[in-house]
């Protein structure tokens, strides 16, 4: 069973800068996983109200626990992505 799988990739925010680290990271993991792994979709980032959320939460813990947090990886935002995208395509 040697069936390739159809992968969708959704990069969770959107890079202008083409050499920044993330937007390098993400070229990377397409270029693995399209080799490796199936056929990839690339997704654009979806707005979604939960990142407001995860920026206030951010910024709630720079200020009482001097700590970043980064809420755009956090699996909250996954999961909404998830369940969106699901919807999307069934």
Known sequence: M??????????SLTLVDKLSSWNITNGYMAQVLEKYCGDLTYIEPIDIPELLLGKVFNKATQLLLKKNFMYYHSFFIAKKY?????KETV
């Not at 998830?82 to 699901?86: F, M, P, R």
């Open 2 to 11: 040697n069936r390739r799988l159809k992968i969708g990739f959704l990069p």
């Open 82 to 86: 998830a369940k969106l995208l699901t």
